[in-house]
């Protein structure tokens, strides 16, 4: 037997908050004029917002799911040559080059938990 408490309402409530909250979280990263990519801890593109798409001159279709050294590189001087592993050891922001298109620009790149 399952037991519900009588009173639903706080939890609806809570339910109620986390969707309004993660709406304007969404509607902030899709509408900062910053470019955010985000890497999933396979070092894949799990998503990006629409100025790091325009940045890139591409679609989402052909990134999302792409290992992150496909869209990046670090410098020549940088001694890791996985930038997923030195995101990682760093935890501090690391310079890249971005690979969009015919041009390169370069990007702050840095982990958050």
């Keep these: 037997m399952i037991e519900l408490p009588a009173d639903v309402s706080e939890?609806?409530?809570?339910?109620?908050?986390l969707r309004e909250s993660e709406a304007l979280s969404r509607a902030l990263f899709d509408r900062?004029?910053?470019?955010?990519?985000?890497?999933?801890e396979a070092g894949l593109m799990a998503d990006f917002n629409a100025a790091a798409e325009?940045?890139?001159?591409?679609?989402?279709?052909?990134?999302?799911g792409r290992p992150v050294q496909e869209c990046?590189?670090?410098?020549?001087?940088?001694?890791?040559?996985?930038?997923?592993?030195?995101?990682?050891?760093h935890r501090t922001p690391v310079e890249v080059d971005c690979r969009a298109g015919e041009h390169v620009t370069i990007l702050e790149l840095s982990v958050t938990p």
Excluded: C, G, Q, Y
């Design 32 to 40: 900062t004029t910053n470019p955010i990519f985000v890497i999933d």
């Design 54 to 64: 325009r940045l890139m001159k591409t679609d989402r279709r052909r990134l999302l």
């Design 72 to 89: 990046f590189r670090p410098p020549a001087a940088t001694p890791e040559a996985d930038l997923v592993l030195a995101l990682r050891k």
């Design 11 to 17: 939890l609806r409530l809570a339910e109620s908050r």
